[in-house]
């Protein structure tokens, strides 16, 4: 018998009809969970290896972003790679990457534990922080992530690489609200918005928080918009116990939260439920670990899986249906950026501190220019979008800014076992126009240390920025005779220091995390001093008052992480000055002098400094430090003066706070090395060695005259050890010292806050 081609054909395309038709559709479902939800990758990324296809992807919270990523093209090994990123590290902490936080308006170091920032119209209204962490960088990332995508789809997510549904809850219709189109940001950015975490969003008349407060396993979304053949679903969460009675935070959690069902329809489908009942909700320190757990678990239910799943899709055909998706995903390219939100000239200030080189731009090559932003603490928040322009091809870049409180009051200071300790309260009110200007106030006060310091800064946003500062100090430092913190009665003081200065600076920026200043000051101080150790109560000091004036040009490079007890980044400075100025000395009971000697002094000073610190990425840190100085400065009228008056090296905390004559000298070197150990979280061990090496020390005849010794003789070592804890306001820390060329070589410092004080005029 003859079949003709048509009797062929035909039966053919029936069959392979029917197969399509027929073939299976998967939906996979991404539960909530905060940290415990990066096992999705791991289940993602075990479904893809083993040819498990993925039809249609509905997710809550971490689940949602999780399935964003991989809807719009992202692979397993890219969304693997993110959440192992410092920059994901940044996202939960509401960190900017601290290579691009402008150091040019960084304010100065102080002892501050806390800041209130309070509004000068609504002074006496106190209102609580709606969020623990920053979304500025979480915003940012997630337009760079998905705007291409949303485009492509035309912000319908349907669309997408792969069709995609997320939740969020609105708390005024206390509703669950869909995402099924629109901007792919705002909806994963909704739907992460965990309560008093991340602010929540405002979005066509509602406020959208976490969709797990309603739904955080959204099978039911799966069924009603998809209805696939099979659903996977993976869950790292559970329902909370039932409030009691003397728990506010159980009371709480149901008041806000509706009861989810963890469920897939018996016959419809298979759950995958990860072991991570120990793993803390926002605790992002075991990514690379909860990946594998969800790996894992997906691994050993793929002979279950493939039971129910008879389709087939490999993993070279999914890398190329992804590849051929990203090739069509429009470039992101940013041609224009607009600024909103605050006033024009507000506006404008943002609009200039950009600095942007060229017509058109990437987000990636964008991005430091937006961390700089965030860096500066007159603007509390900028929520980025884009618009696609069908006819250029080009995005716009819209910031939707918000200006920082007016009123800034902070407080702290010091805790010590020694009688250093001390509060601190700084007052900073903010103006902001087409140029920012800030007023400066603090004051420090305890027994050892009492400073007020007052001034303004003007920030100018020019196609070259810069900052003008003028300040002036008053400033008092006590050096006890006793050590006793409490009990003993003061002592008469071996050494007193009056300070007063008026200083102007200005600022330019070198890069990001540089700076050239031009500074100039006019002051007085008086050391009051005994240049014996045997007074009494009666006896009078003697006296030197130094009036001055000085210039100095530095430039300083810093990203260290901290400003006491760093661990990561460097700080370089070069620092010139000159000092003219009119030495008098007026000598009291213990003296054998009795005439006032005044003397014209003047000297250059060149500094140099370095500190940086390697192997950031382990719980063992390693550091070096150096530091240099050079001057051709003379004697004052007796050796006591000449010392107080010099370069001081202070490689350890207490050094800041005591009078060591075997640390000064004109002209030296220093070397020093550190070794961190992190103990666990936040708690470090530090091991500290320098060798202090004075060009020629400053030694004192009979008649209490300065005199040079012999060159490069009579090293200082000295060594610290240190445990540290850095509580979110600050750092607690038991410092023991060594010093080998000291009357007693073993110190002992305990302090809780930070050893900071106003600076010196000669500093």
Known sequence: ???????????????????????????????????????????????????????????????ALVGALYATGYSPEEIEAFFLSDEFQNWTTGSVDNNYSY????????????????????????????????????????????????????????????????????????????????????????????PFYLKPVTYNDMLLFDGGLYNNFPANVMEEDFNPDFIIGSNVSFNFEKPHEDNIVSQIKTIVTNDTKYVIPEGKGLMIEPNVTDNATFNFDNNEKLIKIGYDATVSKIVEIRKEVKDYRSKSETINKRDQYKKELPNFIINKVVVDGLKVNQNSYIKNSLRL????????????????????????????????????????????????????????????????????????YNLLDKAALTFLANTYFGRFHNSIQTGFRLDIPFVIP???????????????????????????????????????????????KGKLVFEGSTGDFTNEYYQTKNFLSTDTTDETHFTNILGGIKYERNSLNRKQYSSEGSFFAINYKYVKGKEETIFGSTSNNTETIENNIEWGQIKVSYEQ????????????????????????????????????????????????????????????????????????????????????????????????????TNTQYMASSSLVYYTPIGPIALNLNYYDRATDNWSFLFHFGYVIFNKKSLD
């Not at 905060?34 to 893809?48: C, D, F, N, P």
């Open 357 to 428: 080189k060229n017509k058109t731009i990437s987000p990636e090559k964008l991005k430091p220019e937006y961390i700089k932003l965030l860096s500066d603490d007159k603007i509390k928040s900028i929520r980025p979008e884009v618009q696609f322009n069908d006819t250029s091809g080009y995005y716009t870049l819209k910031l939707n800014a918000k200006k920082e409180k007016d009123l800034f009051v902070s407080v702290g200071g010091l805790i010590s076992s020694r009688p250093i300790s001390e509060g601190f309260i700084g007052l900073q």
């Open 613 to 712: 610190y390697f192997n950031v990425k382990h719980n063992v840190r390693f550091g070096l430090f150096g530091e240099g100085v050079y001057s051709n400065q003379p004697f004052f009228s007796n050796y006591t003066a000449t010392l107080l008056a010099s370069p001081d090296f202070q490689p350890f905390t207490e050094n800041r706070t005591v009078f060591n004559q075997n640390l000064r000298a004109h002209s030296y070197i220093a070397f020093g090395v550190k070794n961190i150990y992190y103990l666990f979280n936040k708690f470090q061990l530090r091991l500290e060695g320098y060798a202090f090496q004075p060009y020629q020390n400053i030694l004192s005849d009979v008649n209490q005259k300065a005199y040079y010794s012999k060159e490069w």
């Open 103 to 194: 150091y040019l308006r960084k304010k100065e170091d102080d002892a501050s534990l806390i800041t209130l920032k309070l509004s000068t119209d609504t002074l006496w209204e106190f209102n609580l922080p709606t969020n623990l962490v920053s979304s500025s960088t979480i915003n940012y990332g997630l337009l760079s992530f998905f705007s291409p995508s949303t485009t492509y789809a035309k912000e319908d997510f349907n669309n997408l690489f792969i069709p995609f549904r997320c939740v969020a809850s609105d708390i005024i219709s206390k509703k669950e609200i869909v995402f099924s189109n629109g901007k792919l940001t705002t909806a994963v950015r909704a739907s992460m918005a965990y």
């Open 1 to 63: 018998m003859i079949f003709s081609l048509k009797n062929i054909l035909v039966p053919l395309f029936i069959v392979f009809s029917t197969i399509s038709l027929s073939a299976q559709k998967v939906g996979l479902v991404l539960s909530g969970g905060g940290s415990s939800g990066i096992t999705h990758v791991g289940v993602i990324k075990a479904l893809e290896e083993y040819g498990i296809p993925i039809d249609y992807i509905t997710g809550t919270s971490m689940g």
């Open 466 to 512: 810069f900052y003008w500062k003028n300040t002036f100090n008053m400033g008092n430092w006590d050096y006890y005779k006793s050590n006793n913190v409490f009990f003993e009665d003061k002592k008469p003081s071996f050494l007193v220091n009056n300070d007063m200065y008026a200083k102007t600076e200005i600022g330019l920026p070198v890069f990001y």
